[in-house]
Each structure stands twice: as structure tokens, then as C-alpha cells.
């Protein structure tokens, strides 16, 4: 079983740049991908980007192309979700998630087995 365990959201200003965390224990972090994903209120979650073991292959979904960044620490265990550029359409709550690597890395909620708790990322204008 995989804990997910992410942090990092809180109340900022639209242009502002924030970075979220999560911290994977239960399995080798090696071994998985992982994602970030979010859900405003009245709409269903939604991908926002994911990546793969070696953190060098992205994906994202075209809305925060260019202004969000996955990377993770593979030595802490550790991966992130940093932010510019925020608009008040980034409102959401953020959640993690990860799935075992295989051979491709998930983009839909539905390839995701572990789950972090969702952490509220508010952006006001």
C-alpha cells in the first residue's frame, strides 16, 4: 500500500508562483509514477500532470502547459508541483496520486490507485 501525503496549498494572489509537495512512503518510490491532479467545485477531478520513474518524461494538461512543473526527488521520496504564473481559474483542490510504473505513466483518474488527502489551493484576483 502506498501512503500519499501531500502539502503546500493555501491563499495566494493571481500571478503568483506556488509550489505544492507530496511525500510517498509504503513502496519503493522508484517503482512508481505520479501525478497531480485537481477539482474545482461543481466539476469532476481533473489531470494536470504526471511523470515517469526518472522524472524526465512530462505530461500536463494543456491549460497549466508553461506554467507548471512536475519534478520529484526520487532520493527523498519527495515529488512536486510548482506553479506560476497562478490564475483564479487554478482555484481547486490538489490532489496527488501515483500507480506502478509498468510501461507508461497515467494521465486519467482512473489509472491511479493511491491517493493523496487534496490540499486547497485558493487564487484570488
Known amino acids: 500500500q502506498v501512503r500519499l501525503v501531500e502539502s503546500g496549498g493555501r491563499l495566494v494572489q493571481a500571478g503568483d508562483t506556488l509550489q505544492l509537495t507530496c511525500i510517498a512512503s509504503?513502496?519503493?518510490?522508484?517503482?512508481?509514477?505520479v501525478g497531480w491532479f485537481r477539482q474545482s467545485p461543481g466539476k469532476e477531478r481533473e489531470f494536470v500532470a504526471a511523470?515517469?520513474?526518472?522524472?524526465?518524461?512530462?505530461y500536463y494538461h494543456d491549460s497549466v502547459k508553461g506554467r507548471f512543473t512536475i519534478y520529484r526527488d526520487n532520493a527523498w521520496s519527495k515529488f512536486y508541483l510548482r506553479m506560476n504564473a497562478l490564475k483564479s481559474e487554478d482555484t481547486a483542490v490538489y490532489y496527488c496520486?501515483?500507480?506502478?510504473?509498468?510501461?507508461?505513466?497515467?494521465?486519467?483518474?482512473?489509472?491511479?490507485?493511491?491517493w493523496g488527502q487534496g490540499t486547497q489551493v485558493t487564487v484570488s484576483s
Open positions: 496520486a501515483a500507480h506502478e510504473a509498468g510501461d507508461y505513466t497515467g494521465v486519467l483518474e482512473s489509472q491511479f490507485p493511491y
Open positions: 509504503g513502496r519503493p518510490f522508484t517503482s512508481l509514477a
Open positions: 511523470t515517469r520513474i526518472s522524472g524526465e518524461s512530462t
